[in-house]
């Protein structure tokens, strides 16, 4: 089976002005289906730039990038939309969630922009919210809610449309470390039960310890590509 | 159509977030509609009392008025040396075929005495046709006959205001009055007719056979004359050749010879109400014109905080476009809030349009006259004052970079 992610020579060069800022340096490398990455680098490794065209929220300067058979090459704005919507899942450091909406209906988002109809819709926010322990707190608005259920709803509306992966920037980064390991369990129970693929950044040795594979990012390359 | 319903409850939701910041911005819109329909209400009013005064002065109406007299090379006013005779009246009936009706007049103002009542009007000697040219009936009683013509009867038809002045509420049919010290029967009493054009009180009038203001009001040294001839063609499109033929056949009646001016001038009175209702017709298009600014004004208020909100918003913008929010979920969301924020305006402005207009009809006794398709354009107008203004902020949202937009602060 071809891996989910097939990644080659990926530059991205950002222009600030005069300056050209490269951010990638040719990154080359795959990830298989069912996988749990983190990605680790300081600041300005270009970790985050990475995770961005592996979002398909950024396109890269050069080079290839495959995911599940799909390249964003060429793609439109709106196609682009429409493969994040179907084959990723966001979760972010700050939750995002929309503040003035309840949880049922911030997971429900990916699905109203997927077409879904109201019914079905309810149905799988309902479920996404249960895999993730939230079930009893579907009306509450993120304001009622603790960091580490604001960031379960994330995960719960990262889920929901049943993507094949999980992208993941620096989850725990707004969370205390107990609240951080029950959110690193869930990851981890997801990805063994459901086998959706996981790419995680974070820059906590220990939060990435709980991923299978480490990558380290540095000045744009990949330096270290370990599995534990 | 549940989706459409879905965004319309979602621009609700995020309007009421800013209760106070959408109910002023609404209020732009609110007061814009408003002056729309209340200045086209007045317009209308004012346009339909026009019509309605033309309506009663009689349609395709000419008059023929006698000349002016030259003495000593000063020219005297129309109508002050009598040249026109009630046969050339008779002439144009009988010569012109375009010609439906066709009245000589002769007038004055008299004092009319009824018991211990007596009032000041004007007394109009003339035929029948009359009350036909200038579509007037009776209210009550009957007109005159060809016999009242021939025998100079002193029986005479009051305008509404004369009767009223003259006999209170009792009914005047066959009293007498004295106008000018003679003696005559009350056979008919005229339907009221309002106000002409020109402000004048039509219903102060009596009228008596010609030849009875010939003979015993207004006699003249020279029998047979009257002042004016009404005449009614037979429609609008034989206007221009009905007058060139009254000119050339009183010119020959009147033997003047190619170098010499009329005696005489026709009037087209039409044209007199044409104009007249043209320049209702402008003032009206101004009226709604100027009350069409402020309700752009309030678009440009709606575009205003439109963009603050997309301002505001960035990161919940960011985040649907992540999701998977394409340009146009995005477009349409600003989009359907704005139009919402103008419809609901819109239809308060309706209410308050015709609220005031109302309470400044009755403080001013201006004639105001409502549509339904006024009301509805200015409805409809201030929806795609939402859609026009609203574009531009939704555009600019709906193509936000979603990596800054995540990012925004």
New interface residues.
Partial sequence: MEPLIQIKDLVKIYHLGEMEVQALGGVSLSIKRSEFVAIMGASGSGKSTFM?IL?F??HPTSGEYLLDGQSGTNLS??EL??I???KIG?V?QGF???S?TSALENVQ??L???QIP?KKRKEMAQQALSAVGLEGRTHHHPSQLSGGEQQRVAIA?ALVNRPPILLADEPTGNLDSKTSGEIMAIFQRLNDETGITIVMITHEQDIAAYGKRNILFRDGRVVEDSVS | MTALFASIRIALRALMVNKMRSSLTMLGIIIGVGAVIAMIAVGSGAKRRIAEQIASMGSNLFVVLSGSATSGGMRWGSGTVPTLTAEDAKAIAAEIPGVKYVAPNLNGVAQVVFGNQNWSTVINGSTPEVLEIRDWSLASGRSFTQQDIDGATKVCILGKTVAENLFGGSDPTGQIVRIKKFPFAVIGVLAPKGQSAWGQDQDDVIFVPLTTAQKRLFGMQFPGMVRSISIQAQGPEVMKEVENQIVDLLRQRHRLQPNQENDFSVRNLTEVASSAEESAKVMSLLLGAIASISLIVGGIGIMNIMLVSVTERTREIGIRIAVGAKVRDILLQFLIESIVLSLIGGALGIGIGIAGTLILSTFTQWPVLFSTQAILLAFLFSGSVGVFFGFYPARKASLLNPIEALRYE
């Fill in positions: 961005n979002g929220l950024d704005r709106d939309a429409e994040r919507n179907q966001f972010f995002n969630l929309l003035r988002l990916p109203i922009y997927g109201s509306r």
